[in-house]
C-alpha cells in the first residue's frame, strides 16, 4: 500500500496517498518495437568504446566516482551553498508528519510556479473540505536539502498537489515611453494633367 501524507484542516484529519502524475499517463505514448525475420522481438545493447564489450540494455548507470575513481552513493555526497558553506539537512520529509493546511494562496501566487512535480490525491472529504481554495504549505518528499512550495487544490478532474518553486516574471515592456508626433505630411502642388493629344 502507498505510503500517506496526512493533512490537518480545520481540526480534521486527512489522509491520501499522493500518485505523481507523468506526462504519458495524460497524453498515452507509442512504442516502436523492432523483430526479427521469426517475429522475435530484438532486443537493444551497446557497444563499450574498444567495440570489445556488448553491453544489455540497463547495463548502464549515470553516477559520481572520487578522484580516485571510487564510487560514490548520492547519500554520501553533500550539498554546499554558492559561498561554499556546507548546507546541512534541514527539511524532514512531509510523510514524517501532519501538515497542517493554514495558509491560503491566490490564484496568480499560484501560476507563478515553475513546477517540478505534480501528485494526483483521493480522498473525497478532503477534496470538498477545500472547496475553491488554494492552501500552500512546505514540501519536501524525500527530506534533506530538497524542498518545494506545495500547493493543494481541488479540481473537477480530482484532487492535486503541485510541488515547485516561485518564479519571478517581470513586466516585459519599453525601457523609456515615447510618444509619436503627428506630423503633417508636406502637400504637393497639383499638376494639371497632361493631354497627349498637345504632343
Known sequence: MAKELLFKLSGTDYGAAPVKLERKKIYGWTDIVATDRSGNVCGSAYLSPDDALIIPSGGL???TVSEDGRWVEKSELTAYSEDGQEVLPN???SFDAPIDLKQKATTEEFLDNDWESVYQLVNADLAAAIGDDIYKFDFSYRGGTNHNDG??????AGLFLFAGDKQEFPLVSLAE???IDDTEEPVEEEIDGLDFSMF
Not at 500547493?151 to 473537477?156: F, G, S
Open 61 to 63: 548507470k549515470q553516477g
Open 91 to 93: 527539511y524532514a520529509s
Open 151 to 156: 500547493y493543494l487544490m481541488a479540481t473537477p
Open 177 to 179: 515611453e515615447t510618444t
